[in-house]
């Protein structure tokens, strides 16, 4: 792994452990303003997850965000990026988790792992209709289940559809 | 008697849901079997409003989000804009956020404390709360002549000084508040009904609770010493003395315990702001079209409801690429559940007030 936890040397023995066990899984781990984040390839998310949350002690996940790529991603880009924000408590370092998802694929759902995930990523679900395999219940959690469409994505209008919900 | 599943409906508009929630239980006789949080009643989308806004127009926004506690919602997506954009706030400002931020956090225990109370049946608290809440509304209202919403930090600092006089008036407010707090405790901490109502009602324990995401005065109640403040000081909060209050059985009269112990604690670190505050600037200088590079920063603070975050990611203009919350009261009421299986009935109202929620952080 290159130099990327440099400015973060405490974190450096999990993210070392975590590229060994996973070659091929960790695409890139980069530093900015102090903040980890690690890309993944998609397959790999919930292996990685559980070695973090039991080998390296990341027992807690915080949120789960999701960026819309819709005008961002160019050629071949997936459309959406999923943000796990993970923190070890005592303490409080924190590592970000980043995967690629297309539009028309699913993510293994982190549920099993961390139990605080249910409702993140039914928010996730009903704002970017990102689906989520293996969720206990995945439906809507601020829309009526009657909704159609997915509020948060960039080509959903600021102003609502035909007047509004 | 006979076992028997009963379906209940709770809310949206019911009194002790503080706000417009809904919850479906299912009960057997007295006993809860299933909780269902049913949200989104509040539901603005704020997100989508914030990356339509400047950096700046999104602050009075975060006042709408936990409406009880709205300074620290301005702390923690203003923390996260100047980390974004590379900010150095003057200390005096530092400071003087300090003080407002924990004036805030009194005020939303006092709120919840009158609140709980009355859940439970103890009417008289809640006007003892209240009054003693009201005063700190008031210097607020001197400060920046609001009470509720405030909006009373911005980008790079803060909007006005914190003079002399508006100090001594702070330490008179701070001088008031024990002599409640200790009227409101002979009132509660040994009555009988007060205790049968809430001691081993609602229990977690410190490890489900972490795994459930719980922050805040709730965790803490579990005896797990997480708090923003000490962990990662933010805004010069380890230039203070004060303690981390702690409870030992996770249940909602530790919450009470907890959260009593942390007014008196915001007491002493405001205190010690008002003692030490430097003399400087009270804002940076911050262009007034902010722009900023394409970068990312997840933020967090310790909100008095529990840990307060803003995911920020920048596109180059001077609107947000994407703006994510994380919201305390809608990851702690996630646990609503797992503390009110085979709790009586009557106690979920306790326990859903226990957890000190807010709809408007909740639904965003």
Known sequence: MPDAAADRPELRPALDALSARFPGVVLSVGVE???ITVRLGKAGLIPVLRSLKEEAGFNALEDIIVLDNLRTAGEGGKRFTVLYQLCRFPGADRVRLAVDVGEDEGLDSAVPVYRSADWAE???FDMFGVRFEGHPGLRRIYMPDDFEGHPLRK??????????? | ???????????PQHPSTHGVLRL????????VLSVESIIGYLHRGMEKLWENLTYTQVVPLTDRLDYLASLSNNLGYVLAVEKLAGIEVPRRARYIRVVLAELQRLASHLAWLGFQANDIGAMSVLLYGFEARETILDVFEEYCGARL?????????VPHDLDAALAARIRKVLDGIPRRLADIRALLDDNRIWKQRTVGVGRIAADDAIAYGLTGPCLRACGAAWDMRKDVPYSSYDEFDFDVPLGRNGDVYDRYLVRLEEICQSIRIVRQALDGLPEGETSAKVPRVLKVAPAEVFHTIE???GILGFYIRSNGTDKPERVKMKSPSFINLQSVEHMCKGNLFSDVVGILGSLDIVLGEIDK
Do not use: S, W
Request: charged fraction near 30%; avoid cysteine; hydrophobic fraction near 40%.
């Open chain 2, 303 to 305: 909100a008095p409801k």
């Open chain 1, 33 to 35: 303003k102090g903040e």
């Open chain 2, 149 to 157: 919403t405030i909006h009373g930090i911005r980008i790079g600092g």
């Open chain 1, 155 to 165: 080509d959903f209008p600021l102003e609502g559809r035909d007047g509004g919900v």
């Open chain 2, 24 to 31: 479906k239980l299912a009960v057997d006789n007295e006993v």
């Open chain 2, 1 to 11: 008697m006979a076992f028997k599943e009963i379906n209940l409906n709770m809310g």
């Open chain 1, 122 to 124: 039914r928010e996730a």
